[in-house]
């Protein structure tokens, strides 16, 4: 993998957990009642356009790195995702959970110790996508694994692609009580999409006049779904249109960035993870400093601080915990790595 290729990756990535903290940190700024100087048709507008797109943007650059992965590990690519992404999700939530649960009368949170003991089936808060991208990892190294037998490597990702369309497509019809149906019924379709775009799109030029193009087609059905509501928002189709526009507008503006910004949306999307999993706990942190204690109420200060404090201070923590004894807070020793378990001979 060339380091032009991690570059825009890591950029996207950059790009979309930005756009995840802004979008959690306002969600929070409005529930707390703070949202008195703006018009609450600006902070909606808003909330839409983000969360039209976001977390399938994860999604499809997860799905980028499916192949690689599998190629390299197989059936074993299981077991290590049940350290990367299940063991982290655990152990913040378990965090998370307990630091709501004491501060609740100064927070928006509604966890409980019933949700904590849950959360091996139940996840809560923010770690709704580490839960499903597992399910998502494991649903599809399986399906994987069959589809070889029977067809050619350079088939599969369309299939892959066909069966997430297909769910895609009926999962209003699918039982909605488990969340491993929606999980996978829901998201599998731009995961899936990812693992397609590596092995046909992957490595091809997309010009800036593509990308305006790409740009226009989302902005287009992003004021006739949120603002005008001309078109319907509960529309399958149009939904595809709307996310998998602005997943290829993120993508291709990050194949075409250079210089300093490229290096600092690159440098905050390496930490992505590691922001996921922190930044519920600094955001709401931040808000209730300047609520509570400083007394600050004005909307645009608690955006800005929240959002830059919620990137910021994850990344200085991952760095003290590298130098600590504290990197087992995010990954899983040694010890207990399922994914360093022998074959027996």
Known sequence: MTNQRVSWIDAAKGIGIILVVYGHVARGVFNAGLYQEQPLVTYHLIDNIIYSFHMPLFFFLSGLFFLRSFDKRGSRLILNKIDTIFYPYLIWSIIQGVIEIILSQYTNGTTSFGNLIAILWLPIAQ????????????????IFIFLERYFKPLNIPFIIFGIGFFLFLIKQYLPADYFFIRAVSYNYIYFSFGILYWRVLDGKHHSISLTLGVFVIFSLFEYLVYYTAT???DSALI???????????????????????????????????????MHVI??????????????????????????????????????IARSTKLEFLFKSPRIISVDKIESKP
């Not at 770690?127 to 399986?142: G, Q």
Request: with cysteine; glycine share 8%; hydrophobic share 55%.
């Open 127 to 142: 770690f709704w996508f580490l839960y499903a991208l597992l399910l998502i990892f494991i649903f599809n190294t399986v």
């Open 231 to 233: 078109l319907p928002s």
């Open 239 to 277: 939904k595809i249109i709307i996310t998998f526009s602005g997943i290829l507008t993120v993508i291709f503006v990050c194949q075409n960035l250079r210089g300093t910004i490229i290096k600092i949306l690159s440098l905050v999307g390496r930490y992505s993870m590691e922001i996921y999993l």
């Open 282 to 319: 600094f955001g709401s942190g931040i808000r209730i400093v300047l609520q509570k204690i400083f007394n600050v109420n004005n909307t645009d200060i608690h955006l800005i601080l929240g959002t830059l404090l919620g990137l910021i201070f994850p990344i200085l923590f991952v760095k």
